[in-house]
T-cell receptor, first 117, second 112 residues
C-alpha cells in the first residue's frame, strides 16, 4: 500500500480563479471522502463516494464546489470562482471492506493547502 | 447532527509522564470512535479506534476508554516521548455510515 496521495500539495490562487485538486486513494479502496480543515479546527466532512457514486454531500459543499470520481478510482475536487474563505487544507481519505478491511476506518492523505489571495 | 467536544486544547507534559485527552459526543447512535494524530504539514494518521461493544482498547503505550452511558471517551498515552508531540483529534461516527465528526483537537507538547 502506498497510501492516499494528493496533488498538488500547495496551491496559491487569486480570488475568482478556478482550482482543481486530485486524490488517489489506497489501491482498491471503494470509498473516498473529502474533508476541509481550517487552522485550529478538526476536519469537516464535505462529500463521499462509494465507487463512482457520490452518495452524500455536506451543506458546506456550496454550488461552487464539485467533486467527481469517474471510474471509481481517483477523485477530483473543483472549486469555481474561489473566495478568500475557501482558504483551507483539503483532505482526502479512503476506506474499504475489500480484503476484510473495516469500511469505517478512514485513512487520510497529506492534504492540499489552498491559499486564495 | 453529531457534536464532539474535546479537552484540553493544549497539553504540556514532561517526557515519561502520561497524557490524557477527553472527548464527549452528543449522538447516542454513534458507535465508532477513532483517534488521529496530525503532525505539522501532514494529514491525520489513525492511531487507535474503538467500537461501542468494548469499553477499553490498548495498543502498546496508547489506550482508549469509552463510557457510552456518559457519552465520553478518552485517549491515554503512557511514557510519553518527544515524538508524541502533535495535534490529536477524536472523532465519532456510526459503523456503516460515512461521516466522521471531529473534535477541535489537542496540541500535545512533550518536553525532553
Amino acid at each position: 500500500d502506498t497510501g492516499v496521495s494528493q496533488d498538488p500539495r500547495h496551491k496559491i490562487t487569486k480570488r475568482g480563479q478556478n482550482v482543481t485538486f486530485r486524490c488517489d486513494p489506497i489501491s482498491e479502496h471503494n470509498r473516498l471522502y473529502w474533508y476541509r480543515q481550517t487552522l485550529g479546527q478538526g476536519p469537516e466532512f464535505l462529500t463521499y463516494f462509494q465507487n463512482e457514486a457520490q452518495l452524500e454531500k455536506s451543506r458546506l459543499l456550496s454550488d461552487r464546489f464539485s467533486a467527481e470520481r469517474p471510474k471509481g478510482s481517483f477523485s477530483t475536487l473543483e472549486i469555481q470562482r474561489t473566495e478568500q474563505g475557501d482558504s483551507a487544507m483539503y483532505l482526502c481519505a479512503s476506506s474499504s471492506v475489500i480484503g476484510g478491511g473495516a469500511d469505517y476506518e478512514q485513512y487520510f492523505g497529506p492534504g492540499t493547502r489552498l491559499t486564495v489571495t | 447532527g453529531e457534536n464532539v467536544e474535546q479537552h484540553p486544547s493544549t497539553l504540556s507534559v514532561q517526557e515519561g509522564d502520561s497524557a490524557v485527552i477527553k472527548c464527549t459526543y452528543s449522538d447516542s447512535a454513534s458507535n465508532y470512535f477513532p483517534w488521529y494524530k496530525q503532525e505539522l504539514g501532514k494529514g491525520p494518521q489513525l492511531i487507535i479506534d474503538i467500537r461501542s461493544n468494548v469499553g477499553e482498547k490498548k495498543d502498546q503505550r496508547i489506550a482508549v476508554t469509552l463510557n457510552k452511558t456518559a457519552k465520553h471517551f478518552s485517549l491515554h498515552i503512557t511514557e510519553t516521548q518527544p515524538e508524541d508531540s502533535a495535534v490529536y483529534f477524536c472523532a465519532a461516527s456510526q459503523v456503516g455510515y460515512s461521516t466522521l465528526t471531529f473534535g477541535k483537537g489537542t496540541m500535545l507538547l512533550v518536553s525532553p
